[in-house]
Nanobody, 133 residues
Framework: VQLQASGGGLVQAGGSLRLSCTAS????????LGWFRQAPGKEREWVSC????????YYSDSAKGRFIISRVDATNTVYLQMNNLRPEDTAVYYC???????????????????????????WGQGTQVTVSS
């Protein structure tokens, strides 16, 4: 399985970017594709994910209301439309794939599994997003 991410760049605060991630080399029809980000000196942080079962979408509190995740089944591509970007959104963004079976209900304590990096088997190479103030 390969995940190829693109779309990062430099944008001013308040601007928008759209990230893309195309997955290939898998046959599962029940999977989840997600986005994480990691800023320098910080842990990898979950941003959003989408289920292939019913296109249900999930967002972190920081992404809710500003970011939109979507999926094109025919091309196995997931998009992350990021609007009203803030300097604190600056990070390397990674797409990730759970090809074993996405669950919207399993939790580790109070954290949904889909928000945990370990729930994902495959990772893209990362794309840099820089938001200037």
């Amino acid at each position: 399985v390969q995940l190829q991410a693109s779309g990062g760049g430099l944008v001013q605060a308040g601007g928008s970017l759209r990230l893309s991630c195309t997955a290939s080399g898998f046959t599962s029809h029940t999977y989840g594709l997600g986005w994480f980000r990691q800023a320098p000196g910080k842990e990898r942080e979950w941003v959003s994910c989408i289920s292939s079962i019913d296109d249900s979408t999930y967002y972190s509190d920081s992404a809710k209301g500003r970011f939109i995740i979507s999926r094109v089944d025919a091309t196995n591509t997931v998009y992350l439309q990021m609007n009203n970007l803030r300097p604190e959104d600056t990070a390397v963004y990674y797409c990730a794939g759970n090809m074993r079976g996405f669950s919207a209900t399993l939790k580790y304590g109070s954290t949904p599994y889909y928000a945990l990096p370990r729930d994902y088997d495959y990772w893209g190479q990362g794309t840099q997003v820089t938001v200037s103030s």
